[in-house]
């Protein structure tokens, strides 16, 4: 069995998850150069001792990445390098973010109180606008400095534990999956600027009017249903999202300033 044939140490998920990870690599040492086109999907699956609709996954997700480019059905093109497999996992929170730039995390609660969930609310966490929502205001710092101010509402059942959460956690997705199971499986997100007011300024220590990068947040856990809504808002200069699209993969949407809807 050849090393392309060999399964990853430790490696986790699908088979074509696994292949599509085999694939990124053999790009990132070279074995398979930008603008080179791939073999034939039934080569693949030789290769990769597989079933052709296993390779035809794997190339899929490739595709949607924006690492391969091609039309369906024919041979696909090496469109750029991969970047490292831990930046797909950085957004998922802020603390996971900060640890996968090797920053450390931290923050408290300023303040939480229950609510009604309202339309808007109950909309992003499809719950019934009647319903509680745990909403909590947190100062989150990087290496000890305030870097962002966090308004996160919660459904009611998850909002009962995270009220039982020490203020100062450095993450609370991590703190309910270690205690309770509950995974951040994914998120949706929106990025916009906006200025800072007067509550921002005063949690910050900054002047009103300061720039800010807003990030609005919905998490989901493995099943699609939202965990969590947040409205987040960075200092200027803390970070920069990069994302990459092509001509057939585009996951860009681009949203007025005043549109509403953002979920």
């Known amino acids: 069995m050849t090393k392309s044939q060999r399964q990853p140490s430790g490696s986790a998920g699908a088979r074509y998850e696994q292949i599509a990870e085999q ?11 930008v603008g080179q086109s ?9 290769e990769y001792r597989v079933a052709p609709g296993t390779v035809r996954e794997a190339l899929r997700l490739l595709v949607s990445e924006g690492t391969l480019g091609g039309r369906r059905g024919a041979r696909k093109t090496v469109l750029r390098r991969p970047r490292p497999a831990a930046v797909a996992e950085e957004f998922r929170s802020f603390a996971q973010w900060a640890s996968a730039h090797g920053r450390t995390p931290g923050g ?6 229950w609510r009604i969930a309202g339309e808007e609310t109950a909309a992003a966490l499809k719950v ?10 947190r100062v989150r710092l990087l290496d000890g400095e305030k870097v962002m101010v966090e308004r996160t509402s919660y459904p009611e059942q998850l909002g009962e534990m ?22 951040f499986a994914g998120a949706d997100h929106v990025f916009s600027a906006t ?3 007067q509550q921002d300024a005063a949690l910050l220590g900054v002047a009103r009017g300061r720039p800010l990068l807003r990030h ?31 001509r057939n993969v585009n996951p860009i949407s681009w949203l007025t300033a005043d549109e509403q809807n953002w979920f």
Request: proline content about 3%; overall charge positive.
């Open 23 to 33: 694939m990124r690599e053999s790009i990132r040492t070279g074995a398979r150069q």
């Open 38 to 46: 791939l073999e034939s999907e039934a080569a693949l699956a030789a």
């Open 108 to 113: 408290h609660v300023i303040e939480q109180n």
């Open 128 to 137: 019934d606008p009647r319903a509680r929502v745990l909403r909590v205001l």
């Open 162 to 183: 995270v009220e039982k959460i020490p203020g100062d956690a450095a993450s609370v997705s991590r703190s309910l999956a270690q205690q309770y199971g509950i995974v």
């Open 195 to 197: 200025v800072c007011g």
């Open 216 to 246: 609005l947040r919905r998490s989901r856990d493995s099943a699609g249903r939202p965990l969590e809504i947040s409205e987040d808002r960075y200092l200027a200069n803390i970070l920069s999202v990069a994302m990459s699209n092509g």
